[in-house]
């Protein structure tokens, strides 16, 4: 039994690597990829992507004290969620694209916590970047949070489980989970930026392909190593935090019957 | 899930493959993609932007700005520090946690 659970892993990240060597050895235009920059979205799309965000944001705010006032021993494994995706989005690694891009790391926080405590864990990040490094911006803010700390880990969250419901492998379910998070995070900054410039010719059609090839492609093999990176994390957790994988697992069956 | 000590050496041996695999992901660019810049600058965003509408002008500037490329690398590597700090303090700390656990249990069989 063991053997084939084993055998059946070992498939999987062998077509996992197949994958990737495909598309890092096959495409290549230069390009970037990253958060929309600092006065980069039209005043009207900033204010709107602001008041899209902001009541998944005090949404949020409530899970995160609901969570923590009742259960303060996950206070710790909350700060994990955090940090992986404050390590993540500092990481800018190279891609196929000849271009660097970094990973979310929203998905272990958003299938842990569900994706209300993320839509804080990462608005925060973003702030961070926004007023520090000049990355992201505090206009933009508002778009950015939308795709990474919204967009992303509901993604993710729903993914989880209908993996889960549809196969019930759990580590496949995570992987999938992060890095297709990864991937729509991208996919929704280039809608974004396409519905703020849509070409004179082919509207908005035209300018989300071209920002989608931009963003998106240079996000395909970040997104498999986040996928890997958050199974990695993952199966840390489960061989040390047995109690409180439970105690999430009640929790959530609570929150849904 | 039933019996996590016959599992250990595998699971270990699993997350180095996972490991490796990410670097590779991460390298493999580098050797095979002929003439990248790797850049990841707001120059080339903003050329994006002008092609699609010609003549934009951003209507807002970030408060602060690295003065530098250095100063910025220092910022983001503080960041992945910070970060990785926390993890590796949390991972930690349940590893000693379960491992007394697993002891305590010996001791009292």
Redesign the interface.
């Known amino acids: 039994m063991s053997r084939i659970i084993l055998k059946s892993k070992r498939t999987t990240l062998i077509i996992i690597g197949v994958v990737s060597f495909y598309l890092i050895v096959s495409a290549s235009a230069p390009a970037y990829a990253m958060h929309i920059m600092e006065g980069f979205l039209p005043p009207k799309w900033a204010i709107f992507w602001w008041v899209v965000a902001l009541p998944f944001f005090v949404l949020g705010l409530r899970s995160l004290t609901n969570i923590t006032q009742t259960n303060p021993e996950l206070k710790l494994l909350l700060a994990l969620s955090g940090a992986f995706t404050f390590v993540l989005s500092a990481l800018k690694m190279p891609s196929v694209t000849g271009s660097c891009s970094h990973p979310t790391g929203t998905g272990l926080g958003a299938v842990l916590f569900g994706p209300l405590a993320m839509s804080v864990l990462g608005s925060l990040v973003l702030l961070f970047q926004a007023l520090l490094l000049a990355h992201g911006g505090l206009t933009t803010l508002g778009a950015n949070a939308f795709s990474m700390a919204i967009a992303g880990p509901f993604a993710a969250y729903w993914i989880y489980n209908l993996t889960m419901r549809l196969s019930g492998k759990q580590r496949i379910a995570i992987f999938l989970a992060a890095a297709l998070a990864d991937l729509l995070t991208y996919v929704i900054t280039s809608i974004q930026l396409a519905l703020a410039f849509p070409a004179p010719i082919g509207g908005f059609i035209a300018s989300f392909i071209k920002f989608a090839g931009i963003f998106a492609i240079t996000q395909v093999p970040l997104a498999i190593s986040e996928g890997l990176l958050t199974v990695l994390v993952w199966n840390w957790l489960q061989s040390y935090t047995p109690q409180e994988l439970e105690l999430l697992k009640l929790i959530k069956q609570e929150s849904q019957g | 899930m039933t019996n996590?000590k016959s599992?250990?050496p595998?699971?270990k041996l699993?997350?180095w493959?996972?490991?490796v695999?990410?670097l590779?992901?991460?390298i493999?660019?580098?050797i095979?993609?002929?003439?990248?810049?790797?850049?990841?600058?707001?120059d080339?965003?903003?050329k994006?932007?002008t092609?699609?509408?010609p003549g934009?002008q951003?209507?807002?500037?970030?408060?602060?700005?690295?003065p530098s490329g250095e100063v910025?690398s220092l910022?983001?590597?503080s960041?992945?520090a910070?970060?990785?700090?926390?993890?590796g303090y949390?991972?930690g700390?349940?590893?000693g946690?379960?491992q007394q656990q697993n002891s305590n249990n010996e001791h009292s069989d």
């Open positions: 996590p599992k250990i595998n699971s699993h997350n493959l996972l490991v695999a990410v590779t992901l991460a493999a660019p580098l095979f993609v002929r003439g990248g810049e790797f850049a990841g600058s707001d080339k965003a903003e994006a932007i092609e699609v509408q934009y951003p209507w807002f500037k970030s408060l602060f700005e690295p910025e910022l983001f590597s960041q992945a910070l970060g990785a700090g926390v993890i949390v991972i700390l349940y590893k946690r379960s």
